[in-house]
């Protein structure tokens, strides 16, 4: 890989699952890129596509149901989809770490908070055991949790949600990844320790030129962290650019939809937010054309018999709508 050339590169993924109701497109024709320092946001609804895009790159899809059909997946030079399976064991945790959405699931309830964030650097970094177990307690130490020595013999349910994930941080830097893939790092975590863990995952990032894949369905936590933004639903990017233009001007009218069901702290205690109306769609029965048009204010009968794909509209913004929506 040149200097020039982007840390990742993702091209037409198609993962679908073959189930007996049908095949279901969770991401179809998915193509981005992501730069070393960079931190890329991946948004959209539960359902829409984001997580199985994260799991595809690190080839973790369950087979059967799931299948990556179609696409590329080039990391560092590499394509992913070429490799053995021994060769993407020895990559992920290694040079693509994945904080997972839910770390109570994640983390192993019988193992120590230290023994497990220790794995990681024996298997990989070829470190003994009581030198492995010195570094997880200054990795936990490095992630903000107090009294790192004690709480690294400590076990998972011992831990609040906050200090778990902290946890899963803390084992995802352990062998210095050039990639980081954090799947709704803060779900059912209160406002304060939101903050307190994307700061100390962007830190983390500029630190260490590291990139950083931020899947979210929280608008709000890309417009913070996120220097450029995917916007996912049903199974396809429908709107991306850097996070200032698409804030400033979005062109998509899901991501126009997003917006506007996010509270803004400038407006009127009076104003209610607008929910988009409707369902996601069933991704084994994608309607016609345009996925989100049963939902959509600006629908047209172009709309609802051909798909659009995504077009430039600005520097490095590109949007997938037949409609010049403005706002």
Known sequence: MTDSEPLLQVTDLTTHFFTEDGVVRSVDGVSFDVNKGEVLGLVGESGSGKSVTALSMLRLIPSPPGRIV?????????????????????????????????????????????????????????????????????????????????????????????????????????????????????????????????????????????????????????????????VMYAGKIVEKGPADAIYDAPRHPYTIGLMASVPQLDQDLKQRLVPIKGQPPDMSNLPSGCAFHPRCPYATDQCRSETPVLESVGQGHEAACWVDVRV
């Open 70 to 230: 179609a696409g590329e997946i080039r990391f560092d030079g590499r394509d992913l989809l070429a490799l053995t399976e021994d060769e993407m064991r020895e990559l992920r945790g290694n040079e693509i770490a994945m904080i997972f959405q839910e770390p109570m699931t994640s983390l192993n309830p019988v193992l120590t908070i230290g023994r497990q964030v220790a794995e990681p650097l024996e298997v990989h970094q070829n470190l003994p055991v009581k030198h492995a177990l010195a570094r997880a307690v200054e990795l936990l130490g490095e992630v903000n949790i107090a009294d790192p020595a004690i709480r690294a013999q400590a076990y998972p349910h011992e831990f609040s949600g906050g200090m778990r994930q902290r946890a899963m941080i803390a084992m995802g830097m352990g062998c210095d990844p050039m990639l980081m893939i954090a799947d709704e790092p803060t779900t059912a975590l209160d406002v304060t320790v939101q903050t307190q863990l994307l700061d100390l995952l962007q830190d983390l990032t500029r630190d260490s030129d590291m990139a950083l894949i931020l899947i979210t369905h929280n608008l709000g936590v890309v417009a913070r962290y996120a220097d450029r933004v995917n």
